[in-house]
């Protein structure tokens, strides 16, 4: 209608700001319940699946102590096997406490133990390190050795071994003095690990 103040173009624009209008007042109230149930459900999967899996990554990192550690007594017993014809047996230090997810000191008495064979850690320790020539037969003329870490790097309150394992020149060997558990094998052979750093699957646990 001419002069009328309401055109079709008008009555448009009018209902464009008043669905505006609530539209800003539908977010202007937040999440609804539904949105925030699901958003925590989904924050609890995440978690679920993530805190494990640096728990574990943590456990692996403090392992690695045991990797480095054991090479280096290996070699320095072959060095010391090389100049006197004998390995150096070792009792598990530092002893004390049992291993758990905490480092403990390298005590004096540790240092004494690994002395002759002029093997120390740099700073404190995860694990329990020993030498072996005669436990389970062994070599009572000290021509092997078994070196073993014992420790609870995931602090499940359960013990894992890693080892290296050296035999004499007739293949005799020696097992760790703690628990006596059989030699680490290749998990997809079965076959003895000598000669090398390797996690024992028969102990308790694998951390």
Known sequence: MPGSPFTPSSHGSLFARRNKVRSVRRHDKG??????MITIAILG???AIAIPNFQRYQARSRRSEAYTNL???AKSEKAYFAEYSSYVEAA???GG??????KRPWTAAAENVFAPVGWRP???????YEVNSTTGGGCPALDCFTASAFGDADGNGLIAIVSYVQPNAQGVVAL?????????TDPNTGTTLYNAVAVNAAATDLY
């Not at 406490?97 to 905490?102: E, G, K, N, Q």
């Not at 740099?122 to 329990?128: K, L, M, N, S």
């Not at 760790?176 to 680490?184: H, R």
């Open 176 to 184: 760790d003095s703690l628990y006596g558990f059989a030699l680490p």
């Open 45 to 47: 999967i995440l978690s």
């Open 31 to 36: 999440f609804t319940l539904i949105e925030m």
């Open 122 to 128: 740099e700073g404190d320790v995860f694990y329990d």
């Open 71 to 73: 090479a280096s007594i």
């Open 97 to 102: 406490a049992m291993p758990s997810a905490a």
């Open 92 to 94: 598990p230090e530092p």
